[in-house]
């Protein structure tokens, strides 16, 4: 990645595309590439352009399995309405890098994006409060005996925040193989999603990113 960062924001409201493309690029070091209204404009953009993260309305998450194959290095941080954990669930399941409300501040915004295009997994305030605090209050179930050695990676991985396109690219699988390891590691660990097994494998000491809360 260069020294500016290159972003696609895609939102079902234009006006509020337009809005967050002004905003960012009233910061420094950060380029936005293009605006989509839909996922399929986005997609389209992605592809085109190659941006280092795609801001991207909750409601079109479903085009992220197509862009993390096409474009497994773009990293996506996902804008929703809504601090419920569910949403954060959502948007992680998705493949994104992180979630924020879109009311967030457009500085803090803009901080999350460049963590984001570091490689870290950023959450709004009370999100990542609600994280860290399951993080610390489990009881750590290092080292996952019951794993495979191939699950284990996958799992570290995931305590990374890396989706199944990366882990793909990384350990040289196929990406049906990756979900099948993603699978069978949320039935081993009892996890109800991504993110359950994201927080155990922290807890255990697995994962190298750091969990960061937009503005900070």
């Known amino acids: 990645m260069s020294g500016t960062i290159t972003a696609v924001v895609a939102d079902q409201h234009p006006l509020y595309a337009e809005g967050m493309r002004f905003a960012l690029e009233r910061e420094t070091g950060i380029t936005v590439l293009g605006t989509a ?3 399929l404009d986005a997609l389209r953009l992605a592809v085109r352009l190659h941006p280092d993260v795609v801001l991207i309305d909750l409601g079109m ?17 996902a804008l929703g309405q809504s601090d419920g954990e ?9 493949g994104a890098q992180g979630y924020l409300l879109k009311g967030t501040h457009p500085g803090e915004i803009a901080a999350a994006v460049r963590s984001v295009a570091l490689g ?15 993080m610390t209050t489990r009881t750590p179930n290092s080292p996952f005996p019951g794993l ?8 570290e991985r995931l305590a990374d925040g890396r989706s199944n396109a990366e882990i793909a690219r990384e350990l040289h699988l196929a990406p049906k193989t990756v979900r099948n ?9 009892e996890a109800a999603s991504r ?3 994201a927080l155990l494998a922290r807890d255990a000491g697995l994962g190298s990113r750091r969990l960061v809360a937009a503005g900070v």
């Open 37 to 39: 209204s839909d996922a």
């Open 61 to 77: 998450l479903d085009a992220l399995e197509y862009l993390q194959r096409r474009c497994p290095a773009v990293r996506v941080l």
């Open 86 to 94: 569910a949403d954060l669930v959502t948007a992680l399941r998705a």
């Open 120 to 134: 870290h997994m950023v959450f709004g305030r009370g999100l990542a409060a609600s994280v860290l605090t399951r």
């Open 148 to 155: 495979t050695q191939r699950e284990h990676e996958v799992l």
């Open 181 to 189: 390891h993603v699978s069978n590691v949320l039935t081993k660990l």
């Open 195 to 197: 993110v359950d097994a």
